[in-house]
């Protein structure tokens, strides 16, 4: 999905929700839905994964040493898609009913996705560096959807070349949709937290093509 449909579907979306908002990351662009879930179903969905999916938390080799990852993660994907980054090699889970229910609902949107990444926050000491999700396997137009679960926590962008910082706040049930380009031309990072900070779990939908 190009800029252009990305733009046309997007813009679809947010015809059809009450309240929503751009995010300027240009050459790309973001939609934020803070409400694209309904009062309750953030709770019980995050809650429903903490069982259905299999967490780990493994190690990766950052400056020559072996770290555990400051998080729990879960990837589910269709059969045959294994996610390789920062040296892991993931081969997904399968989709649990509930989770493969907000593929079927972000696919009628026009945002067809094969897969998930998971990552769950225990408390404001876990956290996600400065990355973008620009891995070759995710094909030229990386989009990616982010739904938020339970604590609200920051996403911040900074531009890979020059000036230019933002952070978003993303609260339960809301939706982030990110163009291909923003992974090209931006990093982001959820920091740490000094405060004492509830449980949040989001979930990362991402596109292999074939
Ligand atoms: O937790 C978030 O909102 C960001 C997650 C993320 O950047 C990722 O899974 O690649
Ligand atoms: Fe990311």
Same mark, same amino acid.
């Given at each position: 999905?190009?800029?252009?449909?990305?733009?046309?579907?997007?813009?679809?979306?947010?015809?059809?929700?009450?309240?929503?908002?751009?995010?300027?990351?240009?050459?790309?662009?973001?939609?934020?839905?803070?409400?694209?879930?309904?009062?309750?179903?953030?709770?019980?969905?995050?809650?429903?994964?903490?069982?259905? /999916? *299999?967490?780990?938390? =493994?190690?990766?080799?950052? @400056?020559? #040493?072996?770290?555990?990852?400051? $998080?729990?993660?879960?990837?589910?994907?269709?059969?045959?898609?294994?996610?390789?980054?920062?040296?892991?090699?993931?081969?997904?889970?399968?989709?649990?009913?509930?989770?493969?229910?907000?593929?079927?609902?972000?696919?009628?949107?026009?945002?067809?996705?094969?897969?998930?990444?998971?990552?769950?926050?225990?408390?404001?000491?876990?956290?996600?560096?400065?990355?973008?999700?620009?891995?070759?396997?995710?094909?030229?137009?990386?989009?990616?959807?982010? /739904? *938020?679960?339970?604590? =609200?926590?920051?996403?911040? @962008?900074? #531009?890979?070349?020059?000036?230019? $910082?933002?952070?978003?706040?993303?609260?339960?049930?809301?939706?982030?949709?990110?163009?291909?380009?923003?992974?090209?031309?931006?990093?982001?990072?959820?920091?740490?937290?000094?405060?004492?900070?509830?449980?949040?779990?989001?979930?990362?939908?991402?596109?292999?093509?074939?």
């Amino acid at each position: 999905m190009d800029e252009a449909a990305f733009q046309a579907r997007a813009e679809a979306l947010a015809a059809n929700v009450a309240d929503q908002e751009w995010v300027d990351l240009s050459p790309g662009s973001a939609l934020l839905v803070p409400d694209w879930l309904r009062p309750g179903e953030d709770l019980a969905l995050m809650q429903s994964l903490f069982t259905r /999916l *299999s967490w780990e938390q =493994p190690s990766i080799r950052m @400056f020559g #040493r072996s770290h555990p990852i400051p $998080r729990r993660h879960a990837f589910v994907a269709d059969p045959g898609i294994t996610y390789r980054w920062s040296g892991l090699a993931q081969v997904g889970q399968p989709w649990p009913v509930e989770l493969f229910r907000i593929r079927q609902r972000l696919a009628k949107a026009g945002f067809c996705f094969n897969s998930v990444l998971a990552n769950h926050y225990r408390g404001g000491e876990d956290s996600m560096g400065w990355h973008a999700d620009d891995e070759r396997e995710l094909g030229d137009h990386p989009v990616i959807a982010t /739904l *938020s679960l339970g604590e =609200p926590r920051r996403l911040s @962008f900074k #531009r890979r070349s020059g000036e230019g $910082r933002l952070a978003l706040s993303l609260g339960k049930g809301s939706l982030l949709l990110t163009s291909g380009a923003v992974q090209h031309h931006w990093l982001h990072q959820v920091a740490k937290s000094r405060r004492q900070l509830g449980e949040r779990v989001s979930l990362t939908f991402r596109m292999f093509p074939s």
